[in-house]
């Protein structure tokens, strides 16, 4: 309907309530029994009190509501226009007195009719909000939802579902653990027990869906509850944010399904905004690997620090234009460059540095499959460990105030080509800091959620495919991080630095990858080993069953976060450590006879003692080498025999 035809319509109806109004008061004052006189007087307070109510009603915004979401707000609002207009009524009654003219009419009609006109129009609204918003009935479309927590946000949540014929979900009962809720109704629903019934209640109502509307508690806690979620056979959503019952934005497109994160139970990271302020902002900052989804994630967060200029410098063309879009959108005002370059390529790195002269360097650019880099070692070599020499000498060169280099807890007592050669990444920009004025670091953590190529999204596309979710051992664990909260320390880490500390970010409690994939399946609403088979395939190259954070001889101590920890700088021979650099430089390099992988991985292994390399696979490297040597030697006698011919 419309604005114009709408407001006639409530003013006709209005106009018909408050009439009645003034006659029922009448009614009521004599008590059914109006008196002559009182009759002539009728006309003038239906006319006086009907123009000075509606005139109020119209100015106040009443005729701006949508009465099929009435609520106590606009019961309040009904009180208050009705109130203000007797107020005005009774003002002119007075003057009109005061001037010397007795309609007489008995004050006591203006208090009766000011009641009666507040009950019918509230009626009235609250008659439409029925016929209108009447409730749906459960349908056999319809899942049966058990609602876990009875406050603010479930209520709101129940409300939706209860009044929206559109959703495929239906409350039938809450779940509180406030001992005052337990057994009672709330907005229609019964409060069937606490946390720990609800494997129970589920089975016994047949609950299909259950929904998690604690948008307020602990992460921990909601952990908690979703263990015990697990057990039943209903699948799990969440109401995730505490800022929608705040702002009223409680909806039903807010209710999302329970990820893995919602499942490691960690409290949000408390960040310093101010020290992260001083070395960010209005600074220049090249962030390489920028693409990545480790890289990409620093540029957005950095972004929120005002820098001066941001230099996003990636190999990928595709990545680096997905990043730049986002930024654009996001961040209208950002003075930004996009850089498409290869770490790699020292000249390169020279000119970027020449031409920008960046106050900060993120370097985030790697190889990181573990599986892949066994099988290209040489890559490997080039990417993560001359690419970051390249990068933190031209730092050097350049005076870059600070460098943070994203390591992995795979560089601890390494078992494959990547975690050795981000532990020689680690000791490059250790080497380079007792010797310059930047401040190089390094931040040391473990598997990210969602990152590419990430055991989560290989798991959930295995398990839309109907299976079989493959896990390498039963026993493997891994340290979790979501990609968020890890890019926040390691941006809080850049803050602290002091020069040359490797940080160690708290990645909580380790995780069963076995227990991760059975978890994804049941959140998914299916049942492991029976809906979804778990295969496991054995370990791959490269891999270890526990991952660590330090090594032994780094030890650890705190810092003024208590999520980052600092491990001591490994002692070794700087001048020694850059000749055998050099030595595995030119032999990932050399192109004329290349280098078997396993002398490359020997070669890693005299760089890092701790690289646990098989003694069968060191003997192998030195035979296969040598058989090399001796077939390009036998190659340049025959080049050298032709040429003399």
């Keep these: ?119 019918g129009i509230a009626g009235s609204r609250l008659l439409w909000r029925i016929v209108r918003g009447s409730q749906v009935k459960i349908q056999p479309h319809h899942k049966k939802a058990l609602i876990v927590g009875a406050g603010d946000a479930g209520t709101l949540v129940a409300k939706e579902l209860k009044h929206f014929p559109d959703t495929t979900l239906y409350p039938v009962a809450f779940i509180d653990d406030d001992p005052a809720k337990l057994y009672m109704e ?47 056979s209903a699948s799990i959503k969440i109401l995730p944010r505490v800022s929608d019952v705040i702002h009223g934005n409680v909806s039903i497109s807010t209710i999302r399904d329970v990820n893995v994160e919602d499942l490691l139970g960690r409290d949000p990271v408390a960040v310093d905004l101010k020290g992260i302020a001083e070395y960010v902002t209005n600074k220049t900052v090249l962030i390489t690997g920028a693409g990545g989804s480790i890289g990409s994630e620093l540029s957005r967060q950095i972004a929120g620090f005002q820098p001066e200029k941001m230099l996003l410098l990636g190999h990928g063309e595709n990545s ?54 066994e099988r290209n070692p040489a890559e490997a070599i080039k990417n993560n460990v001359i690419g970051t020499k390249n990068v933190a000498q031209c730092a050097n060169l350049f005076g870059v105030e600070r460098f943070v280099l994203i390591s992995t807890d795979k560089a601890v007592n390494p078992t494959s080509v990547m975690g050795t050669t981000k532990r020689i990444a680690e000791m490059i920009v250790q080497s380079l800091n007792r010797r310059s004025t930047t401040k190089f670091v390094a931040v040391r953590f473990g598997n990210v959620l969602g990152s590419r190529g990430s055991v989560i999204p290989i798991f959930k596309q295995q398990i839309r495919e109907g299976g079989p979710v493959t896990v390498t051992h039963p026993e493997m664990v891994r340290y979790f991080m979501t990609i968020p909260e890890a890019v926040q320390l390691v941006i809080q880490a850049g803050a602290i630095a002091e020069g040359g500390e490797t940080f160690v970010l708290d990645m909580g409690e380790p995780v069963k990858i076995a227990k991760l994939a059975h978890d994804l399946i049941r959140l998914s609403g299916l049942e492991p080993d029976r809906d979804i088979k778990v295969e496991y395939t054995g370990m791959r190259p490269g891999e ?102």
Excluded at 194 to 222: E, Y
Excluded at 320 to 341: G, M, Q, S
Excluded at 360 to 368: E, L, P, R, Y
Aim: glycine share 4%; aromatic share 10%; with cysteine.
């Design 1 to 119: 309907m419309k604005y114009s035809k709408r407001i006639m319509l409530l003013l006709a109806v209005d106009s018909f309530i408050v009439l009645c109004s003034v006659f029922i008061s009448y009614l009521l004052r004599f008590e059914a029994r109006i008196p002559e006189p009182f009759w002539d007087s009728m006309p003038y307070a239906m006319g006086g009190v009907w123009l000075v109510t509606c005139a109020v009603f119209y100015f106040s915004n009443l005729y701006r509501r949508v009465w099929k979401y009435a609520s106590v707000g606009e019961l309040v609002l009904i009180i208050r226009t009705t109130t203000v207009a007797l107020g005005v009524n009774l003002i002119l009654y007075a003057a009109v007195r005061a001037s010397g003219m007795d309609i007489g009419i008995p004050l006591s009609v203006f208090l009766l009719s000011w009641m009666t006109t507040t009950i």
């Design 186 to 232: 709330v907005g229609g629903l019964p409060v069937v027990g606490t946390r720990r019934d609800i494997p129970a209640v589920v089975k016994r109502l047949g609950i299909d869906t259950i929904v998690l509307a604690l948008p307020s508690a602990a992460k921990s806690d909601t952990a908690n509850v979703i263990k015990i979620c697990k057990k039943t």
């Design 320 to 373: 680096i234009y997905a990043i730049e879009n986002e930024l654009k959108r996001k961040h209208p005002n950002l003075a930004y460059e996009t850089v498409i370059a290869d770490v790699q390529d020292r000249q390169r790195m020279v000119e970027v540095f020449d031409r920008y002269r960046p106050a900060v360097v993120f370097h985030a650019a790697a190889h990181k499959h573990v599986p892949l880099m």
């Design 544 to 645: 270890k069953l526990y991952e660590e954070l330090l090594t032994a001889e780094e030890g650890t101590a705190g810092t003024t976060h208590d999520r980052i920890f600092i491990g001591k700088p490994a002692v070794f021979s700087v001048k020694e450590f850059m000749a055998k650099l050099e030595k595995l430089e030119r032999a990932a390099f050399n192109n004329y006879m290349p280098v078997e992988p396993e002398h490359l991985k020997a070669m890693l292994k005299d760089l890092v003692p701790t690289y646990q390399l098989a003694a069968s696979d060191l003997e192998e490297a030195k035979n296969r080498q040598k058989a090399a040597e001796a077939v390009v030697n036998r190659l340049k006698l025959e080049v050298a025999l032709g040429a003399e011919k």
